[in-house]
Structure formats: structure tokens, C-alpha cells
């Protein structure tokens, strides 16, 4: 089996977290540069994890959710996983 990169073709997984992160930034009134800057992630990444371009480290999908004030597990619970 080929390993996974980071910047691999869209899998459906990152793409419905990534729905499930900018469905919640926008039902908070967040711009995605501010929800990036509260998460302490560069824009360009973030914009990357909402389109399911990125396969996001856990580490980032815990500072999102705390950035949105919610747990990682509602991020998932959202995206259908």
C-alpha cells in the first residue's frame, strides 16, 4: 500500500471535516483568517483544511475546535465521522 502524503488528491473524509470546520466558523461570524489566527494556523493551511486538501494532524483539528469553542469530537460529529 502507497503511503499517504500530506498534499494528496481530496479524500471525502477531509473534505466533509473541512465542510464541518467552515460551516461552524461561518455559523460563528468568523472570518477564515480570524478563526486561523485564534487556532494558530497560517491562513493558507487553514483555507487548505476547509477545502479537504490537507490531511489535518489531530494536534490542529484540537486547536480548531478549541478556537470554535467546541470539542474535536463535534468537529468529527459534523463531518459524518
Not at 472570518?31 to 489566527?37: C, M, V
Request: proline share 2%; charged share 25%; glycine share 8%.
Amino acid at each position: 500500500m502507497p503511503r499517504i502524503s500530506a498534499s494528496h488528491d481530496k479524500d471525502l473524509n477531509l473534505v466533509q471535516l473541512g465542510t464541518a470546520v467552515r460551516a461552524r466558523r461561518a455559523g460563528q461570524g468568523l472570518s477564515q483568517e480570524a478563526l486561523a489566527d485564534a487556532a494558530e494556523i497560517d491562513r493558507s493551511h487553514m483555507g487548505k483544511i476547509e477545502r479537504g486538501e490537507r490531511n489535518v494532524t489531530f494536534l490542529n483539528i484540537a486547536r480548531i475546535a478549541k478556537a470554535l469553542q467546541c470539542k474535536p469530537s463535534d468537529l468529527l460529529l459534523d463531518a459524518g465521522l
